[in-house]
């Protein structure tokens, strides 16, 4: 018996049509599209994942584990897997045929251990607790290793790309979109900043080095706190930035002049999200404004799908751009500009990835095989999402008008360079 004709008989009458994409199997058999990617079953464990959790959590198992591979475009191949899975539909007579194959090709046994890399959290959700063990689960994996994959910032958000001549990079990228941030804030010397989860300080050390500004920023991660604390000590910014190991729920300062809050929404979680923006309105000093950029997702699916809450960032909620915006106006503050940006993720996913393969031995020496192989796939997958608009992400900026409704800001408001017009 020969592996892959068999997989591939099965998933084709289960389709009504050809596989999009080819198979090997570990026993060197091969059948499917013989064109573009191709999926390579290691082991009966790959399929023994699979059969365990049907989706999408499975293949990513297989994958972290090494049980499961793709020849070829690893893109390439999730799109056609992405393609396949939304027409895949078994029928309750299907799975009869499913079981039968299973246990003929010797893949029916245990459930198999899950990858180390997985999350695994206790407690209620978006607890104080929880939240800072699932943020120490993705952003205290290794300063080391994010120094390697992010530009000379730390920025690990958008970029926004201005250019498409290939002399212009990421570190060019980022820096537009921190130039961005600061014009729509317009911030202005001695103005007081802050930002609520502050990453690496990217932000943090722009604004008061370019813009003059006092900017305070938090963060629930001790490893990105104590890397920001060293880079203002290097730039010389000691009383000009101030980063603390704090809760948003925590935060008490009197109300800033400025406030921004890059992809922290996401962590959220959507009952507690009427606080988080509560809490951002009451930090704002009347005309100031707030910039808020974040990723959204489709009503249908608003969690981050299982792959990324399981391994990436638990307990992640993208909500759509209209609820998001619903949650500010109903904390007080007035929306004056939505911006667009989900292109401007495809061209930063990939820029990333493309680093991981350059310095892919570095990456596994740091993080080891599971943990690389997991940012590979997440990285691959993020730039797909993006680019088939089942993932976006906004800047919006929003204002806390005075008691009598002025806003500080110009009728006009703002063009798409971020500058008042």
Known sequence: MRVAPELAGLMERLLGAKLPVGVRAWDGSRAG?????????????????????????????????????????????LSRFWRLGRKVRPKPGDWLDIVRLAAKLGVIGLRPRPPVAEARLNGKLHTRGRDRA?????????????????????????????????????????TDKLDLICRKLDLQPGMRLLDVGCGWGSLLIHAAANYGVHATGITLSEQQRDHVQARVAEAELTGKVDVRLQDYR???????????????????????????????????????RLVLQQMSRGAVAPGGGAFIET???PDMTMRPIGSTLNHLAGAGFEIRDVQAMREHYVWTC???????????????????????????LYLAGGALAFAENRMGVDQIVAVRTTVDGRSGMPATGLSPAGVVN
């Open 350 to 376: 990939r820029a990333w990835a493309s680093t991981l393969e350059e310095r892919w031995q570095d990456a596994v020496a740091l993080v080891g095989p599971e943990q690389a192989r997991v940012w590979r």
């Open 250 to 288: 925590e935060l008490t300062a009197k109300p800033f002049d400025a406030v921004a809050s890059i992809e922290m929404g996401e962590h959220v979680g959507e009952e507690n999200y009427p606080a988080y923006a509560s809490t951002l309105f009451r930090l704002l000093k009347p005309e100031g």
């Open 134 to 174: 699932a943020i120490a689960h993705h952003y205290d994996l290794s300063n080391a290793f994010y120094k390697l994959l992010l530009d000379p910032h730390m920025a690990y958000s958008c970029a926004y790309w201005t250019s498409d001549d290939p002399a212009y990079r990421l570190v060019d990228a980022q």
């Open 311 to 313: 391994y990436i960032a």
């Open 33 to 77: 599209n013989p064109d573009g990617p191709c999926v390579v079953l290691n082991s009966r464990r790959a399929l023994r994942h699979v059969l365990w959790e049907p989706g999408e959590l499975g293949l990513a198992r297989a994958y972290v584990t090494g049980d499961l591979d793709v020849d070829g475009d690893l893109a390439e191949g």
